[in-house]
């Protein structure tokens, strides 16, 4: 049983087009994030929910908006796709979003914007 | 500011030999959290260790030691014989009271030849 997964693993799409990345745990965790990472490996939080709350939201254009239907669910949806927006979007849990929790992620989804 | 600096971008050793990848954070906050996570070039992040600031005893688990020196602000790293399944981008990160976020560094890439 995967923990963390997410889909699709890969997205290649046209710039403008609207795209959905959806992310399930099986964790029972309460809060959920999405990261990403760009071609030069660097990383970096976008979204953090918890229990269907929005908790962090960093400075992420509004063409992204996370949706938390449950605990359990957090799919990030991106408007007007951008050439900049290609990236590997990692999605991620911990059972609280304290401090000293270690999040479990997901395999990414690799988004390539033509 | 917090601020995770890995300033090795890549390193490439032969089989074998011990390679330690080093990691300094800035934080102003007492209590925070560090960690290791590896990227294996299946793309996935796995956890590696977590330690707390108020615990500075070394860390070893096999091949993997972990060095935390508060009074340098450093969390190194080192894999002891290193083996070609080692070959990854390893990440350090930093989570500080309440921020309920992680703070990555750039990432090293460690190449293990045979």
């Known amino acids: 049983d995967t923990a963390v997964s997410q889909t699709p693993k890969y997205l290649v799409t046209q710039m403008g087009n609207d795209k959905s990345i959806k992310c399930e745990q099986n964790?029972?965790?309460?809060?959920m994030y999405w990261y990403k990472q760009d071609s030069k490996k660097f990383l970096k939080i976008m979204f953090s929910?918890?229990?269907?709350?929005?908790?962090i939201n960093e400075t992420v254009p509004n063409r992204f908006s996370p949706k938390s239907p449950d605990k359990a669910h957090l799919n990030l949806h991106i408007n007007s796709l951008e050439l900049g927006d290609s990236a590997v979007y990692f999605c991620?849990?911990?059972?609280?979003?304290?401090?000293?929790?270690?999040?479990?992620f997901g395999s990414g989804t690799q988004l390539s914007v033509l | 500011a917090q601020k995770v600096t890995q300033a090795q971008t890549e390193i490439s050793v032969v089989e074998k030999e011990d390679v330690t990848l080093d990691c300094v954070y800035e934080?102003?906050?007492?209590?925070?959290?560090l960690f290791w996570y590896k990227q294996p070039p299946s793309g996935e992040l796995v956890f590696l260790i977590r330690?707390?600031?108020?615990?500075?005893q070394n860390e070893i688990s096999g091949r993997y030691s972990w060095n935390f020196q508060k009074s340098t602000s450093s969390f190194n790293f080192t894999i002891t014989a290193s083996q070609v399944v080692d070959s990854a981008v390893y990440f350090c990160?930093?989570?500080?009271?309440?921020?309920?976020?992680?703070?990555f560094g750039q990432g090293t890439r460690l190449t293990i030849n045979p």
């Open positions: 990160a930093l989570n500080f009271q309440g921020a309920q976020k992680l703070v």
């Open positions: 929910y918890n229990n269907k709350e929005l908790i």
């Open positions: 964790l029972g965790h309460d809060t």
């Open positions: 991620a849990s911990s059972q609280e979003g304290a401090t000293n929790e270690k999040l479990f």
């Open positions: 330690r707390n600031s108020f615990d500075e």
């Open positions: 934080t102003r906050d007492t209590t925070y959290y």
